[in-house]
T-cell receptor
């Protein structure tokens, strides 16, 4: 079983729809939870990160973490064609060396159709 | 502030050759991490360098190595290339403060194709 599981999609939605992206994880040591967005031929860019269970909102984006179920979600409201990208969940735990190593899901490819 | 830069952006090599990729972190960042991204395995952590020392290492064979210079620039090297090494290699920089979470900023990556 992989430490982080993410449905690869692809996911296709009409413009204006609410998008829900999800990841599950198995490692209880994960402390920080992130969502990255990656456009084609670009590096990932951080959308949101959180370290506690509950919801965190930033504009049209809401990140949700449920540590008891080991489940995280990203919701995108009023989706736009510019949101078309691959969305990667990532989780971080402290290594023995004191740094934080990221473990990624495989990414979900999202297309928002005008 | 300039972002993370990686050179070259594209590279084609043949099996058995070796390759060196370069990464310049954001000014002031002391930590550089390297990742391999493939369609089958996704993004996988290779190693992290901080103040010229490898601080963390993923599960990759010894053919993958790296180093960091005093100006925080980093290079990674892959020796005896295999077809399966074809991937997007991403570099990420962060302030690197020990013990707390530091946001990682990614470069655009180097696309390596092994023929």
């Amino acid at each position: 079983q992989k430490e982080v599981e993410q449905d690869p999609g692809p996911l296709s939605v009409p413009e204006g729809a609410i998008v829900s992206l999800n990841c599950t994880y198995s490692n209880s040591a994960f402390q920080y939870f992130m969502w990255y967005r990656q456009y084609s031929r670009k590096g990932p860019e951080l959308l949101m990160y959180t370290y506690s269970s509950g919801n965190k909102e930033d504009g049209r984006f809401t990140a949700q973490v449920d540590k008891s179920s080991k489940y995280i979600s990203l919701f995108i409201r009023d989706s736009q064609p510019s949101d078309s990208a691959t969305y990667l969940c990532a989780m971080s735990s402290r290594s023995g060396a004191g740094s934080y190593q990221l473990t990624f899901g495989k990414g979900t490819k999202l297309s928002v159709i005008p | 502030k300039a972002g993370v830069t990686q050179t070259p952006r594209y590279l084609i090599k043949t099996r058995g050759q070796q390759v060196t990729l370069s990464c310049s972190p954001i000014s002031g960042h002391r930590s550089v991490s390297w990742y391999q991204q493939t369609p089958g395995q996704g993004l996988q952590f290779l190693f992290e360098y901080f103040s010229e020392t490898q601080r963390n290492k993923g599960n990759f064979p010894g053919r993958f190595s790296g180093r960091q210079f005093s100006n925080s620039r980093s290079e990674m090297n892959v020796s005896t290339l295999e077809l399966g090494d074809s991937a997007l290699y991403l570099c990420a920089s962060s302030p690197g403060t020990s013990g707390i979470y530091n946001e990682q900023f990614f470069g655009p990556g180097t696309r390596l194709t092994v023929l």
